[in-house]
């Protein structure tokens, strides 16, 4: 009799959430244990769970993307009414976990990899980001949303993968400006600074959405791309390549080498096409040319600004030593 008048219960909240808000939001969120031991595991279309984890599922993993620390995995129950992205236009959201909605709106669309979305309220915790039909908008994690464009993508694609034309990018009153730009990928002709006016014949509005179109495009992709460079106005031809760093992952361009990093520095990955630079798992870099740095950004900026070679500072226990790389 229990189960019968839960199957109801749920079966009303598919069928009218729209007309229950977010409160139904919640119920959903509860009944299909959505927010679980520090982890959302979101029911969506056949029978899997979209997971946001920092650590590994026990369980069997279809598909995983490190950058944003989503898996797939089967729903062993089955549940029937699945959490669906929102493909209308957006009336209102709100960041919903088992106790509380908090209505808000985006206020900062993610850019790409290197920075989440922002919210108007302060968030406490993981959550859903729904409509009032609890569709959703985006997944709410510790270093911000990510939005549902990038869930729908890895929902979609068969294998996780984005690209990587080489450079980073700010707004800028009103206009998208080139942080850094990668020295190590050949044939790379942006530089910092530059500023992005189009992307394949169409205007770039901000860097959110001409992120958006690098990321997913196509490996092995040729762009045109129109730039301001000082007084000057350039055209570029550019080729996506594969993208090794950002979100979840250091991204300091040495990975477009072979080299991750965890925050505090340390080699935690070595690929093999940089096994000749004779580096371990726990080096720490401590310096670059002549600069010693601290953090993660300070690799990215002096990198960006130097030539197709850098000197770095390794410890390797009490011994110090130089790689140059290129």
Excluded: W
Excluded at 139 to 164: M, N, Q
Excluded at 201 to 223: P, Y
Aim: aromatic letters at 10%; proline letters at 2%.
């Amino acid at each position: 009799m229990l189960r019968l008048f839960i199957a109801l219960n749920l079966l009303l909240l598919n069928l009218f959430a729209c007309d229950g808000g977010f409160d139904s939001c919640k119920l959903k969120i509860n009944h299909s244990k959505s927010i679980k031991n520090q982890q959302l595991q979101i029911p969506v279309d056949n029978n899997q769970l979209l997971i946001f984890s920092k650590n590994i599922p026990n369980a069997k993993i279809i598909k995983y993307d490190p950058f944003l620390s989503l898996y797939l995995i089967e729903d062993k129950n089955q549940f029937k009414y699945p959490f669906r992205i929102n493909k209308n236009l957006t009336l209102g959201t709100a960041a919903v976990d088992r106790t509380i909605a908090i209505e808000g709106k985006i206020l900062k669309s993610q850019i790409g990899l290197n920075s989440f979305a922002t919210y108007s309220e302060p968030l406490y915790g993981l959550a859903l980001l729904t409509n009032s039909c609890c569709a959703l908008e985006g997944i709410v994690t510790p270093e911000g949303i990510i939005e549902k464009e990038y869930i729908e993508r890895f929902l979609e694609t068969k294998e996780v993968s984005y690209g990587d034309i080489g450079i980073r990018v700010h707004d800028e009153k009103k206009v998208v400006i080139v942080n850094s730009s990668n020295p190590f990928m050949k044939n790379n002709l942006f530089k910092k600074d530059d500023c992005i006016l189009e992307f394949d014949g169409k205007d770039v509005i901000d860097s959110a959405t001409l992120m958006r179109n690098i990321l997913f495009s196509d490996i092995g992709s040729v762009h045109t791309i129109k730039i301001k460079r000082e007084d000057k106005i350039l055209v570029i031809k550019a080729t996506t390549k594969k993208r090794y760093g950002g979100g979840y992952l250091s991204d300091t361009f040495l990975e477009f080498l072979g080299i991750s990093f965890d925050k505090n520095l340390f080699i935690v990955k070595i690929e093999k096409k940089a096994q000749h630079y004779e580096l371990k798992i726990g080096d720490k870099l401590l310096q670059i040319n002549t600069t010693k740095i601290k953090k993660e950004q300070d690799i990215l900026e002096i990198i960006a600004n130097s030539e197709k070679s850098v000197n770095l500072l390794f410890q390797r226990e009490e011994f110090q030593f130089f790689v140059t790389v290129n």
